[in-house]
C-alpha cells in the first residue's frame, strides 16, 4: 500500500497518470477553482495551513481511507496560497483492484477532508469592495 | 491564566487577528473553558465555536482537556479543503 | 453541455487531463488490464464490440447520464481489439459543478456500461492450455 | 422461417461460431420463439440467454418482437465493458 502527501505551494501542476501495478482501477480527482463564489465574481482562492497540523491531518486521513478501503495506492496533493480561478487546488489519486472500493476511498475522503483537515479558503474578489481582496498594486500604477 | 490562542481563515478575518490573547480564571482551565471565553473575547466568533475544534500542540483535544501555559493552542474551525 | 464517446483501437493512449470551464470536479476513471483473470496468469484482454450499435448506446448511455446528473460534460473511451496487462482499456472523464454530482454519474455510468453497452472480453492467457489464447508465433520461431 | 443470429465474445466461444442459422416453425416468428430454438440449438448458451437480450437491426428489443427474415439479429449477452 502506497500512500502519498503533498501540500504545495500555489496551483497543482498537471502530473501524468497514476498507474500502480496489480490495480484494475485508477481514479482521479481534481478540484478546480470556480469562476464565482456565493454569485460574485472571483479571481482566486487563498488556501491557508497550519503546519506541520495540516499535513500530519491529512496524512492521517490518507492512511486510515487506504486501509479501510483495502486500497492499493492513494496520493493527495492540496494547494496552500493563492490559486487562480480555473487551476487545480486538490488533486486526489486512487489505486484499487476493483473499481467499487475506489470510489467509496474517494467519496469518503473528501467528505472527511472537508471536516477534519485543517485548511482554509478565503476568496479574493475582482473588486475592491468584497470583504476580502487581492494584494493590489499602488494607486495608479497601472493602466 | 494568560493564554494565546491561534486563530485561521474565515476565524481570524471574523475576529480581525490571527491570535487572541485571554486571560482564563480557573484555577486548572480546561478547552471548555476556553471556548466559553472566546465567545465573550470575540462575540463574531461565537456562531462559529459549536462546530469548531481546538488543537493542543497541533493535536486536535476534547473539551475536558487540560490547558498548561507552554501549550500551543488553535482554535480549528470554518475549515474546506478540497 | 459536451459529450464524446470514442471506440479505440488497441490500448487508450494517455489523455492529458480534460478540464472544462466553470467546472468545479473534475473526475477520471481508467480502467487498467489486470495481471490475473481469476488467478490464473493473464497476458492480455480481447475486447470485441457489435458495430455500430456498440457506439451507438455507449453515446445514448453518455448522454442520459450527463443529463440525469447535470453534468457540464461526459467524455469515454473504450478500447477494441487487444490490450497487454497493464495497459488502459477504459477511460470515463466527468466534468461537473460540484463533486457529488460527479461522483454519482460516474458510478452510474459504468454499472449501466457493464449491463447496457454490447461489449465482450476474452482473456488471452499466457498458458496454451487456457480456454483462450493469444495467436502465437509459429511453434520453435522465438525463444 | 430460417435466421441466422449473430454471437459475440463469450457466447461465440461457448457456441463454437459467431453465427448460428436456425429454423423458426411458428408463422410469425418472436424473439421469444428465437430464445427458446436457441437453446435447444446450442445447449451450452442456454445458461446464459436468460440474461441476454436480443438486438433487431441494432436496438434492443423485448422478446415480443416480430422477426422478419431480412433482420440483423444479435444476440447480446455475457457482456463486461469498462
Known amino acids: 500500500m502506497q500512500v502519498d502527501v503533498e501540500l504545495h505551494p500555489g496551483p497543482l501542476p498537471p502530473?501524468?497518470?497514476?498507474h500502480i501495478d496489480t490495480a484494475g482501477a485508477a481514479i482521479?480527482?481534481?478540484?478546480v477553482v470556480r469562476p464565482t463564489e456565493q454569485g460574485q465574481p472571483l479571481v482566486a482562492l487563498d488556501y491557508q495551513q497550519y503546519p506541520p497540523m495540516t499535513?500530519?491531518?491529512?496524512?492521517?486521513?490518507?492512511?486510515?481511507?487506504?486501509?479501510?478501503?483495502?486500497l492499493l495506492g492513494l496520493r493527495v496533493a492540496h494547494s496552500h496560497g493563492r490559486v487562480p480561478v480555473g487551476k487545480v487546488?486538490?488533486?486526489?489519486?486512487?489505486?484499487s483492484k476493483h473499481r467499487a472500493e475506489g470510489l467509496a476511498a474517494m467519496d469518503a475522503f473528501i467528505n472527511r477532508l472537508k471536516r477534519e483537515v485543517p485548511?482554509?479558503?478565503?476568496?479574493?474578489?475582482?473588486?475592491?469592495?468584497?470583504?476580502?481582496?487581492?494584494?493590489?498594486?499602488?494607486?495608479g500604477a497601472t493602466p | 491564566m494568560q493564554v494565546t490562542v491561534k486563530l485561521f481563515g474565515p476565524q481570524a478575518q471574523l475576529a480581525g487577528c490571527e491570535t487572541l490573547t485571554l486571560t482564563l480564571d480557573a484555577p486548572q482551565p480546561t478547552c471548555g473553558d476556553?471556548?466559553?471565553?472566546?465567545?465573550?473575547?470575540?462575540?463574531?466568533?461565537?456562531p462559529s465555536l459549536p462546530a469548531s475544534r481546538f488543537a493542543v500542540n497541533?493535536?486536535?483535544?476534547?473539551?475536558?482537556?487540560?490547558?498548561?501555559?507552554?501549550?500551543?493552542?488553535a482554535l480549528i474551525g470554518m475549515i474546506s479543503g478540497g
Open chain 2, 34 to 46: 476556553l471556548r466559553i471565553a472566546l465567545a465573550d473575547a470575540a462575540p463574531p466568533l461565537a
Open chain 1, 89 to 95: 487546488s486538490f488533486r486526489l489519486d486512487v489505486a
Open chain 1, 15 to 18: 502530473a501524468p497518470p497514476w
Open chain 2, 58 to 73: 497541533h493535536e486536535y483535544v476534547p473539551d475536558d482537556q487540560r490547558i498548561s501555559t507552554d501549550d500551543e493552542l
Open chain 1, 55 to 70: 499535513e500530519r491531518e491529512l496524512r492521517r486521513l490518507a492512511e486510515q481511507i487506504a486501509q479501510q478501503h483495502g
Open chain 1, 28 to 31: 482521479r480527482f481534481e478540484g
Open chain 1, 119 to 139: 485548511l482554509w479558503k478565503l476568496p479574493v474578489y475582482a473588486t475592491a469592495s468584497a470583504p476580502t481582496s487581492a494584494p493590489t498594486h499602488p494607486e
